[in-house]
Structures are given as C-alpha cells and as structure tokens.
Nanobody, 118 residues
C-alpha cells in the first residue's frame, strides 16, 4: 500500500503562487502515476493534474493549463504541483493519490488547504 502526505497549502492573494508537495511512502514501486485533485466547498472533488513516475507524462485539467505545473522527483518519491497566477476559484482542499497501471486512484492523503483571496 502506498501512503501519501500533502503539504504546502496556505493563504495567498490572487495572482500569487504556491507549490504543493506530495510525499509517497510504502509500496511506491507499485505506483504507476500520481494525481492531484481538489475539492472546493460544496463541490465534487475534481481532477487537476497527473504525472507518470516512469517517463513524466503529464495531463492537466483545462481550468489549470498554463498556470499549474506538475513534476516529480523519483529519488524522493515526491510529486509537486507548482501553482502560478492563482485565482479565487482555485480555493479548495488539494489531495494527491496514486494509481497502478490501469487502476483507479487510491490511497488518498489528508489534503492541504489552499485559499486564494481576491
């Protein structure tokens, strides 16, 4: 089983930046990709970005393309989400999770809260 821990959230003004981290531990060799998701108050959790461990292939939600960048450090088993040009609508709790090849995202972390003030 893979365990993840998110960090790096906080309060930032619109237009600002934050970098989130997701540290994975446990059976990380079984993980194929890591993803970031977010859940705003009163809304469903939504996909933000994903990256594969092996070759770094990435995919983003349309709402964050060009503003957010996902990256990984295989040596540290850590995935990052660099968030630039933040908007109030980016306010949410951000979660990361891993998945095996062909599998669903599981082993969710506790999340880290991001608040963007206008």
């Amino acid at each position: 089983q893979v365990h993840v821990a998110e960090s790096g959230g906080g309060l930032v003004q619109a237009g600002g930046s934050l970098r989130l981290s997701c540290a994975a531990s446990g059976r990380t060799f079984s993980s194929y990709a890591m993803g970031w998701f977010r859940q705003a108050p009163g809304k469903e959790r939504e996909f933000v970005a994903t990256i594969t461990w092996s070759n770094g292939n990435t995919r983003y939600a349309d709402s964050v393309k060009g503003r957010f960048t996902i990256s990984r450090d295989n040596a540290k088993n850590t995935v990052y989400l660099q968030m630039n040009s933040l908007k109030p609508e980016d306010t949410a709790v951000y979660y990361c999770a891993g998945r095996t090849f062909g599998g669903s995202y599981t082993n969710w972390g506790q999340g880290t809260r991001v608040t963007v003030s206008s």
